[in-house]
């Protein structure tokens, strides 16, 4: 008796949305990482943290694990949190 593991096309297409917005992170935390010695790595770090935070909620949500909705709202989260400092006066 074989089984076959099928997966929802849409829990497909989140993981793999969140995917690569991971894999962009990532090269957003290459292109960020300062070159000079007097500038500072926190956007560089917080696109590492943001891909992180991508790939982990793309695997959750791949292996269909109960985490992936808490994970994907941190990955949102970590999203909005930078607005406050783009819009001045900015509210949620």
Same mark, same amino acid.
């Given at each position: 008796m074989k089984e076959t593991f *099928?997966?929802?096309l849409g829990a497909t297409l989140i993981a793999g949305a969140c995917f690569a917005a991971g894999l962009a992170g990532i090269v957003a935390f290459w292109a960020a990482w300062p *070159? =000079?010695?007097n &500038? @500072?790595?926190l &956007? &560089?770090?917080f696109a590492l943290?943001? @891909?992180c935070t991508y790939v982990v909620t793309a695997i !959750? =949500?791949?292996r269909r694990s109960r985490f992936a909705a808490p994970? #994907? !709202?941190a990955a949102i989260g970590l999203l909005v949190f930078p607005v406050f #400092?783009?819009?001045p006066g900015g509210r949620l």
């Open positions: *099928r997966r929802p *070159r =000079t010695s &500038a @500072s790595p &956007a &560089a770090l943290m943001w @891909s !959750l =949500t791949w994970a #994907f !709202l #400092f783009i819009v």
